[in-house]
């Protein structure tokens, strides 16, 4: 059974650096891309970017260039969703998503990681 | 920047059709996928490449496309579908995701 568990929900501070996780499991997690998708309170889905495991080829959607870094690690089947340096404008629901085989779409999506940012 | 155009909310009867379009320039040679989201839970993919179902996804859920639009279309809809529903594609060089905004589908 394929599956995308994220790690917990974080409370941070603005200014703060925050990374958090995206496990895949129950297939090869190098043959398929991983992508980040962002939900603000109350709004619609907002892709951010995505990564292939395999090679670590990156793109970020280009409302999120430089503002996020996407990164994988394959030794351990976990993406990661990283900033250096939060806004309360980032606080927001944080969905992993497992890119379908050949087309563009989203096929497996994590359960969510809650980002609070807050003084 | 490229864009998909859904209304923001469709009411239907229980047992009636529900039909939620999305718009967008490229949507004549990208595929269109569709997404329910109910309350507290992640999206579930219930539409791919305009009109497959996925394993799973109730034969009621159908999908079709029209030049500039597809439709998602919800036949006999019931309570449980009550969600909201994303369509999502790419941008005309395939290189971008996008997402329309959202239709909230209300069942009266």
């Known amino acids: 059974e394929v599956q995308l568990v994220q790690s917990g929900a974080e409370v941070k501070k603005p200014g703060e650096s925050l990374k958090i996780s995206c496990k895949g499991s129950?297939?090869?997690?190098?043959?398929?891309?991983i992508g980040w998708v962002r939900q603000m309170p109350g709004k619609g889905l907002e892709w951010m970017g995505i990564?292939?495991?395999?090679?670590?080829?990156?793109r970020y959607s280009p409302s999120f260039q430089g503002q996020v870094t996407i990164s994988a690690d394959k030794s351990i089947s976990t993406a990661y969703l990283q900033w250096s340096s939060l806004k309360a404008s980032d606080t927001a629901m944080y969905y992993c998503?497992?890119?379908?085989?050949?087309?563009?779409?989203?096929?497996?999506w994590g359960q969510g990681t809650l980002v609070t940012v807050s003084s | 920047s490229y864009e998909l155009t859904q209304p923001p909310s469709v009411s239907v009867s229980p047992g009636q059709t529900a039909r939620i379009t999305c718009s967008g320039d490229a949507l004549p040679k990208q595929y269109a996928y569709w997404y329910q989201q109910k309350p507290g839970q992640a999206p579930v993919l219930v539409i791919y490449?305009?009109?497959e179902r996925p394993s799973g996804i109730p034969e009621r859920f159908s999908g079709s496309s029209s030049g500039t639009t597809v439709t998602l279309t919800i036949s006999g809809v019931q309570a449980e579908d009550e969600a909201d529903y994303y369509c999502q594609s790419a941008d005309s060089s395939g290189t971008h995701v996008v997402f329309g905004g959202g239709t909230k589908l209300t069942v009266l």
């Open positions: 490449k305009d009109s």
């Open positions: 990564i292939y495991p395999g090679d670590s080829d990156t």
């Open positions: 998503v497992r890119r379908g085989s050949g087309q563009y779409y989203f096929d497996y």
């Open positions: 129950g297939y090869s997690f190098t043959s398929y891309w």
